[in-house]
């Protein structure tokens, strides 16, 4: 059972609560064990870097966190270890990748993967944290991409996915899916028309899900038929993904294109939801449960 929270807030710190401690957190009466301060402003994510092997407690003792424009590490023995440089763009979202290849040629190093608000996703090699070390455009528009509001690793053991590789929310609804051997996107989902995707993770089964408006949804792989292997690339073709299971409708909805938002970024200081919508996408959604506030 978990002994102590860790809190990120819109004021730039981090709290770490102890859960043993006579009251609950958030209460008056209740201060937090500790307290940090990474960034000058907002923290928009927190990610747990993964314990060394020569850890006895086997829980991380080390967090990255995105805030503003900047990129931070803190140890929650120690401090604040490390701050990048300006990105010159908001940094919303991140979670660790382990097992990919290093600039050091090592095959099982570790990444952060963070996702921006002009809708490139960025990689930071463990241990080199003044500035990013690769880009990958996700969403590419005059003017900068839609914004990447939330990222995950996807789940493990799933045909047709790379061993490697992220699903990345964004705010027109869309879910990316994003190898990283090579850094390309290699698919897509529809997860709302309108509504930004505002969560994403992996469940206990094994399953992606993403969440945002009124709206989680739960995606189930299916069987690929000899039609539809492999495109010659190695990636997955658009038409793949996942099977219509919409509880409500009960069939397939069909592709559809809109082209028209031609409205300039808005960029909100910490909450940054662009209502744009895509071009064509693959509207296969799984297991919607509506009416959720």
Known sequence: MAKTLLVATDSSALYLYDLRAGSAPFTEDQIP????????????????????????????????????????????????????????????????????????????GEKVVVGGAGGVLTLWERGVWRDQGERIVVDKAPGGGESLDAVTRLPEGVDH????????????????????????????????????????GVDPCGRLFSAGGQTIKVWIPREIGPEEEKAKNGVL??????????????????????????????????????????????????????GLD
């Not at 990129?71 to 660790?96: H, I, K, M, P, W």
């Not at 909100?268 to 693959?282: C, D, P, T």
Request: glycine share 10%.
């Open 161 to 200: 996915l790379p061993s490697t590789g992220v699903a990345v929310g964004m705010g027109n609804g869309l879910v990316r899916i994003v190898g990283l051997s090579p850094n390309k996107v290699i698919g897509e989902l529809l997860h709302d028309e309108v509504e930004s995707v505002v969560a994403l």
């Open 237 to 290: 073709k658009s038409k793949k993904g996942a099977e219509n299971h919409d509880r409500q409708s009960g069939s397939d909805e069909e592709d559809g294109q809109d082209d028209s938002d031609d409205e300039p970024e808005t960029r909100a200081r910490h909450k940054r939801r662009k209502r744009g919508k895509g071009g064509q996408v693959n509207k296969k959604k799984l297991l919607g449960f509506h």
């Open 33 to 108: 064990q500790q307290s940090h301060h990474p960034h000058d402003d907002y923290i928009s994510s927190i990610s747990p870097l993964p314990p060394s092997e020569s850890s006895t407690s086997g829980s991380s003792k080390q967090w990255v966190t995105t805030g503003d424009t900047t990129l931070a590490v803190t140890d929650l023995r120690r401090g604040v270890l490390a701050r990048s440089e300006d990105q010159e763009d908001e940094l919303l979202s991140s979670v660790v990748v382990s097992g990919v290849r290093t600039s050091s040629s090592r095959p099982n």
